[in-house]
């Protein structure tokens, strides 16, 4: 069992039967993973996914196992039900946040890039689209197209009938067809503008990633108003050229920089004597870079040291 599972499992001590408890905490363990993903996709923090699962599972343990007849549904119905209650607290919050606010990048394993789903799922750019949908909207959605949950299913878990959930979903994947980035992301092209990218941390050399911005590419920046950062959305190829030539010109040489698998893709991780400074990750659409992320928030930089399993 991983810390957080100990954390979240030894919060409460079950008020059932010894056998009931076992019961409820190895259903907890066994779906955990796949908890944590939904109330990450809903929420695009893992704090508070991790809030989320902590009071999903001081539920579960007041729940009689034997009233229970699927508990990967239930335990899915409670987390959803918890992370809508976040998320319109999340809302709030964000509308005082400084500067962009950009998804909590967590360090994953290849197995979820290997899920294409998944990955497309928790990338920056669909958490970005996802932050666009309502509440409800959003849980629809993400239980519906990534998780694949059946209506009925999905109307118990956001308090919905069955025909509103229909509506819901058509509505929310229009909202998303028309925000979402174009095509299929490209492995090998991600690869190639990040080479690019590190080379100009690393060596000072801007211009092979100069050529590979779109004429219409936005960089996005989060400081959360605790470190630097650019307090608004850059857009056009020219404005992010001169940004990166003055940002990255000041740390060439100094920072280095670790290839590394964030939300099922390939990003960068930037270090500065030892520390995390950041977070690269890209979006590219026929070999060019459309979109540019960088999180350097230090609240948000802490799911680097270790990787965080997502299952669906």
Known sequence: MSEHSDRTTQAAEPATDRGGADRATEAFVAHRNLLFTVAYEMLGSAADAEDVLQETW??????????????????????????????????????????????????????????????????????????????????????????????????LAVGKNPVTVRQIAHRARNHVAARRPRGTVSRAENRTALAAFRRAVETGDLQNLLDLLAPDVVFLSDGGGVVQAALSPVTGAASVAGLLTAGLGRIAGSA??????????AALVVQIGGRIEGVIAVRTEDSLITGLYFVRNPEKLSRLEEETSLRR
């Open 58 to 155: 001081m539920r579960w343990v007041g729940v009689d196992p034997d009233t229970v007849r699927d508990p990967r549904a239930y335990l899915v119905r409670i987390t959803t039900r918890q992370a809508l209650m976040r998320l319109r607290t999340l809302r709030r919050r964000k509308e005082t946040y400084v500067g962009p606010w950009l998804p909590e990048p967590l360090l994953t394993a290849p197995d979820v890039a290997d899920d294409v789903e998944l990955a497309e799922g928790v990338s920056m750019a669909m958490l970005l689209v996802l932050e666009t949908l309502m509440p409800t909207e959003r849980a629809v959605f993400v239980l519906r197209e990534v998780f694949g949950l059946e209506y009925d299913e999905i109307a």
């Open 256 to 265: 280095s920089v670790q290839a590394a698998q964030v939300n099922g893709h």
